[in-house]
Structures are given as structure tokens and as C-alpha cells.
């Protein structure tokens, strides 16, 4: 392989294994914000249990794609210098947005979450997580805008040997955009959901005593499932008017992730809701429909790196549709030896972080929602003080 081919496989497993943890991300935030909510309203014990276990999972998983969403900016500098001096006036603007909001207000109100459990007034403490999942969502808006102006250069002129932004409006109005962004944010709802449905899954397989708390998390991991394979595929399909002409005509990689995107979101959205919805609440005692649950709960991750392969590989050869080509947005001067010295360092990197959050993770499933780090107060046992 080329230098070139080593670059692309590089942005391809870093943006990929990125993804995974945005996605989850995207959809765990809003329904940690819904228990809390429901908690602070009826006070009740399960509630709260509820919010402090589905919350330190999230937390886990923020702070894992925080250490991945560095690396994809190292990635961006080391190899794609050719795109930051052709259009970094316009593509750099949103990044920075994008960084100020998650490196500054999100990760801020989400450290005054956790740490202020027993010390901010309800309704502040409440308006925390909120606030987590709006700059969440923006963050995301801003990556989306981003990578639209790469589908779509809208807003922008080109002026000499450098693009430079002629129209915000346009540039937050681009047709590539407007359906795509809900599209992330249906995506990001259906794995949070499938998340809950399979956890839950897992434990009332085993029979654990918590059959009450994993009872509504399952019931609600189902309703957020549907709503967002819903808004996924309503945004998903209204996209193909947009589509640059050819954008998908002799491009395999392209058509075929397009088409197994498709193909089982559909299978999964009949199944979410003509089946899993309608028996939502007998589901959490037929025990014999758990393995299929538990079974279904990484398909959602598939799904997003289907959808995200066949948006940037049909792009190709163009790094910005029809303005800039993949090899000038190359960083000059790189050598096959050394893109494969990065890629293997950023694929351990990656590979690492995603399996250490995934035995966190598992581990807190696996424990239940005793002895949690998250708001405990100071007589209650913490998870650092059990063996696994």
C-alpha cells in the first residue's frame, strides 16, 4: 500500500473506533437526563438508583471518547495538512466551536455533575445534566458541519489557492447537514436504548435480585429505541434527495456499506417496533427472549459504522466534493513507513481504550447498580473496595 492508501485506512479505523464511543455517547446523555428528571420529581429510591447506574456507564464511556477524539485531532494534523491550508478558514471555524463546547462547557457541567451529588441544590444539580446533554448534542452539530462542508462546500469561495467563508448561515443550512444530523442523533438514541435492552437483558437472565430497577430500564431502553430507529431512518431516507449525482455509482465499498445499512435497519426497526414495542411489558419476564436481546445490542454499532463508511467513502476521490481531491489534502512529504508507524500506534491506542471501556463497562453491568462511585455518599460501600 501507498502512503496515500495508508492515510485513508488511518482516518477509516480512527474515525471508526471514534464513533463507536460518540454514538453511545449521543444516546446514554439524554436518557440519564430523563431519569434524573424523574427522580427529581418523584423522589423515589429507584429513580435515583437508576440515574446513578445508567450515569456512571455514561461517564465511563465520555471519558474513554474523550482520550479517542485527541488522537483523531493528532491524526488530522499529522496527515492532512493539504486540507488545513486549502480550507482550513472554513473547516477549522466548526472544529473550534466544536472544541470550545466539548473541552469547555460540556466536560465542565458534567464535573459539576458528578461531583455534586449532596452539595448543589436539586434543580442545579438537575440542570447539570441537562446542560451535559445539549453541549453534547452540539458538539455533535458541529462535527456534522464539519463534515458537510467536506460533502458539500457550501457557504465558501474559493480565493486563490485557499477557500475562505463567504456565508455562516449557509455553512449551518448546508443541504448535507439539515437530514444528516438528526440522522447521528436517531443513531446515537437507538444504541443508548439497545444498550439498556441488552444489559438489562443480561441481568434478568441471570436472575438477579434487582428485578424492578432492570424491569424499567428495560422498558425504557425499548420506548428510547424506537423513537430512535424512527428518526433514524425518517432522516436517513429523506437524505437520498440530497445526494451528490454519482456519488455512489462505481464506488463498491460505498454502495455495499449503503445497502447493509439499509437492509438491517429495516430488519431492526420491524423487530424494535412491531415486536419488541408491542411486548414491552411481558419482555422483561420471558426469559427465553433475553439472549436474542443480548444478542441484538451490538448491531446498533454496526449499523453507525456502516452509515459513516459509506458517507466518507463515497466521497471519494474527493477530501471536498469537487474542490479538493484526497491526495492534495494529504499531508506532502510523508513516507508509506511512516503513515504504517502511526497507524499502528493510533490502532493500539484505539483498540486499548475501546476494550478497556468495554470491561468497565461490563463490570459495572455485571456488579448492578451496588456499591456505585457515582454520588455515593460517605458511609456507603465503593466499588474500588469489592474484587471482581
Not at 459513516?308 to 467513502?313: D, M, S
Request: aromatic residues 12%.
Amino acid at each position: 500500500m501507498n502512503a496515500l492508501d495508508l492515510a485513508r485506512t488511518q482516518f477509516a479505523v480512527t474515525g471508526s473506533l471514534h464513533f463507536l464511543f460518540v454514538v453511545l455517547t449521543l444516546g446514554l446523555a439524554p436518557l440519564v437526563a430523563i431519569m434524573h428528571t424523574r427522580w427529581a420529581l418523584s423522589g423515589k429510591p429507584l429513580r435515583e438508583r437508576m440515574t446513578r447506574f445508567w450515569g456512571q456507564i455514561y461517564v465511563i464511556n465520555y471519558a474513554m471518547g474523550i482520550v479517542t477524539g485527541l488522537v483523531m485531532e493528532f491524526q488530522f494534523g499529522l496527515s492532512w495538512s493539504g486540507l488545513s491550508h486549502y480550507a482550513g478558514d472554513v473547516f477549522g471555524a466548526p472544529l473550534a466551536m466544536e472544541t470550545l463546547v466539548a473541552f469547555f462547557l460540556e466536560s465542565t457541567f458534567l464535573g459539576l455533575w458528578i461531583f455534586g451529588w449532596g452539595r448543589l441544590p436539586k434543580a442545579a444539580h438537575l440542570a447539570c445534566i441537562w446542560i451535559v446533554t445539549l453541549t453534547a448534542y452540539a458538539s455533535a452539530f458541529y462535527i456534522m458541519v464539519a463534515n458537510s462542508f467536506l460533502q458539500n462546500p457550501a457557504g465558501s469561495v474559493v480565493s486563490g489557492d485557499r477557500m475562505r467563508l463567504v456565508d455562516f448561515g449557509a455553512l449551518l443550512t448546508n443541504k448535507a447537514l439539515v437530514f444528516s444530523f438528526p440522522h447521528v442523533i436517531g443513531a446515537g438514541l437507538f444504541t443508548g436504548g439497545m444498550v439498556l435492552v441488552g444489559a438489562s437483558a443480561y441481568r434478568l437472565r441471570r436472575r438477579a435480585p434487582e428485578v424492578e430497577f432492570f424491569s424499567a430500564s428495560m422498558r425504557t431502553g425499548v420506548i428510547a429505541a424506537a423513537v430512535g430507529i424512527l428518526i433514524t431512518l425518517g432522516f436517513g431516507y429523506a437524505q437520498f434527495a440530497g445526494i451528490q449525482q454519482g456519488k455512489f455509482d462505481g464506488n463498491a465499498t460505498a454502495a455495499i456499506s449503503l445497502a447493509l445499512m439499509v437492509e438491517l435497519g429495516q430488519l431492526l426497526a420491524l423487530g424494535v417496533l412491531l415486536v419488541m414495542l408491542p411486548m414491552i411489558a411481558v419482555l422483561p419476564r420471558w426469559r427465553w427472549t433475553h439472549p436474542i436481546l443480548m444478542a441484538l445490542t451490538p448491531l446498533p454499532f454496526v449499523l453507525s459504522i456502516l452509515g459513516w463508511a459509506a458517507r466518507e467513502v463515497g466521497r471519494q476521490p474527493w477530501m471536498i466534493w469537487e474542490r479538493l481531491t484526497v491526495a492534495d489534502a494529504m499531508s506532502p512529504g510523508l513516507t508509506p513507513g511512516m503513515v504504517t508507524a502511526s497507524l499502528i500506534g493510533f490502532t493500539a491506542v484505539l483498540g486499548l481504550l475501546a476494550v478497556v471501556d468495554y470491561v468497565l463497562i461490563a463490570r459495572v453491568v455485571r456488579r448492578g447498580p451496588h456499591a456505585l462511585d457515582l454520588g455515593a455518599t460517605a458511609g456507603e460501600p465503593r466499588a474500588a473496595a469489592l474484587t471482581y
